[in-house]
């Protein structure tokens, strides 16, 4: 799992959190701190379309964070109920960075578009019965 989210494309999978990937997140600007106006930016930095489907992801550590962060109202911004933000599911992963200057510590967009597929080494199967009456050999290969 780690390598879906950090991975860097050589020989390994391109993580969702690469630098070549899409952006998808709003970088930290303190090592101790997220600000409610980050989290805002990070929520519109998303176009509409995603948004509706769209989850937070972030690490355990940076959740317990958010759980205390207010808005300028004096609001939780984060919803107890239904462990959302804005409405929008929140997802932990030990994988993913925590909140330090420069890193992406919390990642958010529509992830049913963010397929991981396992490819398999090519499969060759021979099939001496069905043409050994004409003194061949047939073959089938099967790659994904």
């Known amino acids: 799992m ?3 989210l950090n991975g860097t494309g050589v ?13 998808v997140g709003i970088t930290a600007l303190s090592a101790t701190v997220i600000t ?3 989290m805002v930016k990070l929520y ?3 176009k509409p379309e995603y948004r ?6 972030m690490h ?19 919803n107890a109920q239904g462990d959302t ?4 599911p929140v997802i932990t992963s030990p994988y993913m960075p925590v909140a330090a200057a420069g890193s992406k510590p ?7 578009y963010y397929w991981i597929i396992e490819r398999q080494p090519l499969t060759i199967k021979r099939l001496n019965e069905l043409y050994s009456i004409q003194g061949q050999i047939g073959f089938t290969a099967y790659e994904r």
Do not use: C, H
Not at 85 to 88: S, V
């Open 60 to 78: 355990d550590d940076t959740a317990m964070t958010l759980r205390t962060l207010k808005d300028s109202a004096g609001n939780l911004i984060w």
């Open 2 to 4: 780690f390598f879906f």
């Open 85 to 88: 933000i804005f409405g929008k």
């Open 36 to 38: 409610y106006d980050e």
């Open 52 to 57: 509706q489907s769209a989850v937070f992801l």
């Open 11 to 23: 020989k390994q999978p391109t993580g969702l959190l690469s630098d070549a990937g899409a952006e």
């Open 44 to 46: 519109f930095s998303l």
């Open 106 to 112: 919390i990642a958010f967009g529509d992830l049913s």
